[in-house]
T-cell receptor, first 112, second 113 residues
Framework: ETGVTQSPTHLIKTRGQQVTLRCSSQSGHNTVSWYQQALGQGPQFIFQ???????GRGNFPPRFSGLQFPNYSSELNVNALELDDSALYLC???????????FGSGTRLTVV | AQSVTQLGSHVSVSEGALVLLRCNYS??????LFWYVQYPNQGLQLLLKYTSAATLVKGINGFEAEFKKSETSFHLTKPSAHMSDAAEYFC???????????FGTGTRLQVFP
């Protein structure tokens, strides 16, 4: 198993800018999810992709968007960054809900 | 709404003492349940999962959890705490009608020598 890798590990952006975060899922895992974890809180579900189609979304505005590619990689894009977007962004992949989700180490985004 | 409640945002134990971290879920149908551990500046690592095969689930690092439907609980225990167990612990659920993970607010475990 190769695990889940995310890049970059840290990022600093200015309010109003756009950012793309990347994730490489475990081989064979067709489902990838993205979570936002603000400081001192539990992760919050942003959205999920299954075989390159979005099939679930949390309470996040449309400026949060994503893509999943056939090679098990995926992206999280955030437009018009706000200060409150500062958080740890986690990518997770799974075979199915019963098997659990393998998380990456996350990308720490700071918006100034 | 489906939710996960972790009682106690902070738990402190002495090294060698019993660890008990509490988790309750709300659902009329038993969901899939998970415990994750997060060390500082790291992602989440799966400790164990309940998927209806057995009510007592054994995980990594000596942790185990018992699913009690009558109490809608899934508490995490470890007989003897080690200094390396100090971390943030999250209880989470998935299903029965959603793949997304719903997390509790987390419990920070401190272990004193």
């Amino acid at each position: 198993e190769t695990g889940v890798t995310q890049s970059p590990t840290h990022l600093i952006k200015t309010r109003g800018q756009q950012v793309t975060l990347r994730c490489s899922s475990q081989s064979g895992h067709n489902t990838v999810s993205w979570y936002q974890q603000a400081l001192g809180q539990g992760p919050q579900f942003i959205f999920q992709y299954y075989r390159e189609e979005e099939n679930g979304r949390g309470n996040f505005p449309p400026r949060f968007s994503g893509l999943q590619f056939p090679n098990y990689s995926s992206e999280l894009n955030v437009n018009a960054l706000e200060l409150d977007d500062s958080a740890l962004y986690l990518c997770a992949s799974s075979l199915d809900r019963g098997n659990g989700y393998t998380f990456g180490s996350g990308t720490r985004l700071t918006v100034v | 709404a489906q939710s996960v409640t972790q009682l106690g945002s902070h738990v402190s134990v002495s090294e060698g003492a019993l660890v008990l971290l509490r988790c309750n879920y709300s659902s009329s149908v038993p969901p899939y349940l998970f415990w994750y551990v997060q060390y500082p500046n790291q992602g989440l690592q799966l400790l164990l999962k309940y998927t209806s095969a057995a009510t007592l689930v054994k995980g990594i690092n000596g942790f185990e959890a018992e699913f009690k439907k009558s109490e809608t609980s899934f508490h995490l225990t470890k007989p003897s705490a080690h200094m390396s167990d100090a971390a943030e612990y999250f209880c989470a659920r998935a299903g029965p009608d959603t793949d997304k993970l719903i997390f509790g607010t987390g419990t920070r475990l401190q272990v004193f020598p």
